[in-house]
T-cell receptor, first 115, second 114 residues
Framework: NAGVTQTPKFRVLKTGQSMTLLCAQDMNHEYMYWYRQDPGMGLRLIHYSVGEGTTAKGEVPDGYNVSRLKKQNFLLGLESAAPSQTSVYFC??????????????FGPGTRLTVL | AQSVTQLGSHVSVSEGALVLLRCNYSSSVPPYLFWYVQYPNQGLQLLLKYTSAATLVKGINGFEAEFKKSETSFHLTKPSAHMSDAAEYFCAVSVSFNTDKLIFGTGTRLQVFP
């Protein structure tokens, strides 16, 4: 199993450009998440999904959109990139088993620079 | 609301010395707590988790953590540091049974000197 994969690994954008980050998992997990990691701030949740066709806002959703058209994929979109969105983006997934918390499995990250 | 505080953004130890990374939580319900490790240029990897079964939790690579409700703490320890332990460590609390959402601390970078 590949686990959680992310593409691309690196990207440089100019202010105002758009892009989509792709996350894929082959573990049949119900839940998927997008985080951003900034120095000294830990990981902050951008958006998450509890199942195919459903998405919800996390802690820092502004400037981002997401889609979960297939269970195994979770896309993060930036419609008009801003320098403040320069960050490392992590995707994660976890499985559902009612009433019990489960750990999240993380991808390797995408390093995005917005000039 | 749940939250996590990691005391000390940087910790330095000598190889063979005790590692102690501090984590305090705030939660209105019995918490589920996690420690993750991030090696340079990699994603996060689960070290261990507390799910109320036992207060002393053993994880991978010789790490363990003790849940202390009276102190609202979940500190991570390892008796003898190894050079390969150099990484960033994150404590996290699970906030919802229905979503597995996590709230992360700001992280502690561990340096190990020979």
């Amino acid at each position: 199993n590949a686990g959680v994969t992310q593409t691309p690994k690196f990207r440089v954008l100019k202010t105002g450009q758009s892009m989509t980050l792709l996350c894929a998992q082959d573990m049949n997990h119900e839940y998927m998440y997008w985080y951003r990691q900034d120095p000294g701030m830990g990981l902050r949740l951008i958006h998450y999904s509890v199942g195919e066709g459903t998405t919800a806002k996390g802690e820092v959703p502004d400037g981002y959109n997401v889609s979960r058209l297939k269970k195994q994929n979770f896309l993060l979109g930036l419609e008009s990139a801003a320098p403040s969105q320069t960050s490392v983006y992590f995707c994660a997934s976890s499985y559902s088993r009612g009433g019990v918390h489960h750990e999240q499995f993380f991808g390797p990250g995408t390093r995005l620079t917005v000039l | 609301a749940q939250s996590v505080t990691q005391l000390g953004s940087h910790v330095s130890v000598s190889e063979g010395a005790l590692v102690l990374l501090r984590c305090n939580y705030s939660s209105s319900v019995p918490p589920y707590l996690f420690w993750y490790v991030q090696y340079p240029n990699q994603g996060l990897q689960l070290l261990l988790k507390y799910t109320s079964a036992a207060t002393l939790v053993k994880g991978i690579n010789g790490f363990e953590a003790e849940f202390k409700k009276s102190e609202t703490s979940f500190h991570l320890t390892k008796p003898s540091a190894h050079m390969s332990d150099a990484a960033e460590y994150f404590c996290a609390v699970s906030v919802s049974f229905n979503t597995d959402k996590l709230i992360f601390g700001t992280g502690t970078r561990l340096q190990v000197f020979p």
